[in-house]
């Protein structure tokens, strides 16, 4: 069995989360990924953010490859167009939070996406709600 673009994600050690605290998976997302040992930042752009986080996109460190949107207070593109300036190479957009100037863009960039789908249908522990998910995805032929 190929494995797909979904799954490949995950592969690398270094990742920028981007949240507002409006998506949940993405709190469970960032715990997974530190769970694997992987390298994690989170940009927190919510009206409380948590101390320990990054307040701003602009503020990623360098190193940083991967990047994981989950908001929904601020447009996705926005975000993609200061994530270009810091040496993103891949991008997951949190699926219900894509755009229209979204959509421009991954047809136009050399970015490679992933959008509309949730991450934790391809991290989560198969005993779980998300195991549950990425089965029921699977039998569909919706993974």
Not at 26 to 40: D, G, P, Q, W
Not at 70 to 94: C, E, F, M, Q, S
Not at 111 to 119: H, K, Q, S, V
Request: aromatic share 8%; net charge negative.
């Amino acid at each position: 069995m190929t494995e797909l673009e979904q799954e490949k994600f995950w592969n690398f050690d270094h990742f920028v989360v981007i949240t507002d605290k409006t998506k949940p998976a993405m709190k469970l997302t960032i715990k997974e990924l530190e769970n694997r040992n992987k390298y994690v930042h989170v940009v927190d752009l919510s009206d409380k953010p948590n101390p320990d986080t990054l307040n701003n996109v602009s503020k990623i460190p360098d190193g940083m490859e991967n990047a994981i949107i989950g908001t929904t207070k601020y447009n996705p593109a926005d975000i993609v167009n200061t994530l270009k300036d810091n040496d993103i190479k891949r991008v997951w957009v949190h699926w219900i939070t894509g755009t229209p100037e979204l959509d421009d863009i991954t047809k136009n960039s050399e970015l490679e996406f992933i959008t509309d789908r949730c991450p934790m249908m391809y991290l989560g522990r198969d005993f779980s709600i998300h195991g549950l998910h990425r089965s029921i995805a699977k039998l569909t032929g919706k993974y």
